[in-house]
């Protein structure tokens, strides 16, 4: 094969050393020999009239993609990270190496239908065995449906990121009879340990089931606040007997933004469940459990999350809560919770902790909140459910029935 256009490096003329016992070619004004040491006396470009790169180097994940015998400096190579290793001397006396190695990830591994290092995520994760926090990697996954066969188990310091919600999507029919508290097999993506550094991002993760008693979409644990996080992710899970689309379990803290999370029918579903102490920052999320005998949007169990612009629903069963709450002592901005249909359903459900709710939408076809114990202090919020219970205009009423402690302002 033979390149048409001669190839040189940012900078100055350039001389790729391919094989150093070789006979040298002349390349002035020729085509390269690959293979061979090549030479030219004046700098040669290439430029591309499209957007993208103008160079494409592929080479085994641990290998560096150039090699230069040159110590000056090549202009405006990495230039948007150029001031964090200008300034390493500032940030905790780390070398410039250390500096660059703990934003830039020591190798990008790319999964794609075809053209890719590998085909499947599982394929990706076990190539990798250097990972480490100065051995970031990321494992990019080109668009495309991808059928795992058992659950995925991520990596600490291996990033995975798709092409986009409904572009890359990540599939499996992965099932347990042991719930997801006791054992994860249920899930398609497993992010555990609370030293795990992990971000999962621009994906569709879908569990179809496999008619056993729980179905799992994404499952964390003990995760630590701020080393995990959720974004621009969809998850759906069916199939089981209980459907989580996200379970957070051992006291795991994982940031979710710009998340949508769907459980459906069986004899629960639960879009979201926060559990054993779990307090996620959730942010621009949408969870819905629909068509379980007990539907949830959100479920909670000892667990306190930072709840800001969450909408989230619980229809289509017996009973139906958009959120519910045991022994728990969240903070909730801008949340539309939702429970409609079934003989009882409710916006929020609180048994136990205190909770705050603000500049809220709560509507309930029972009410629009039931507070069965604890404290629950309500600010600028609508109720929309049923008006014996909390609507709007039985407000001031609860407060001496059946919401002790409610505080509507």
Known sequence: MKFQKAFAVIGAGVILFAATDAVTYAATGSSLVLGQLNQANSVTTIQTTSTGSALRLLTAPSSPPMAVNGRGKVVNLYADR??????ASKLGGKTVAQVVASVRPAGVIWVAKSGGQFTSLSAALASITNNGPEQRYVIKVAPGTYTETASVVLK???????????????TCACGSNTAPVFSTSSA???????????SVR?????????????STGIWTGSAVPGNVSLDDVTVTATGGTVNYGIHNSGSSSPTMTNVTATATSGASAYGIFNGAGSSPTMTNVTATGTGGTVSYGVFNSGSSPTMTNVTA????GTANYGIYYSGSSPTMTNVTATGTGGTVSYGVFHDGGS???????????????RKASGTIRILNTVFNGNTSGVGAAACIAALTTQLTDFICL
Not at 82 to 87: L, M, Q
Not at 202 to 214: C, E
Not at 355 to 369: A, E, K, Q
């Open 202 to 214: 621009g994906f569709t993760v879908n569990n179809t089931g496999s008619n056993l008693n729980y």
């Open 156 to 170: 600490n310091y291996v990033d995975v990121e798709g092409s986009g919600q409904g572009v890359t999507t990540i």
């Open 82 to 87: 150029a001031a964090v290793a200008d300034n």
């Open 355 to 369: 909770v705050l709710i603000r500049d809220s939408s709560l509507t309930g076809s029972t009410f629009s909140v």
């Open 188 to 198: 398609v993506l497993r992010v555990t340990g609370p030293g795990l550094h992990v």
């Open 313 to 316: 629903t619980g229809t289509g």
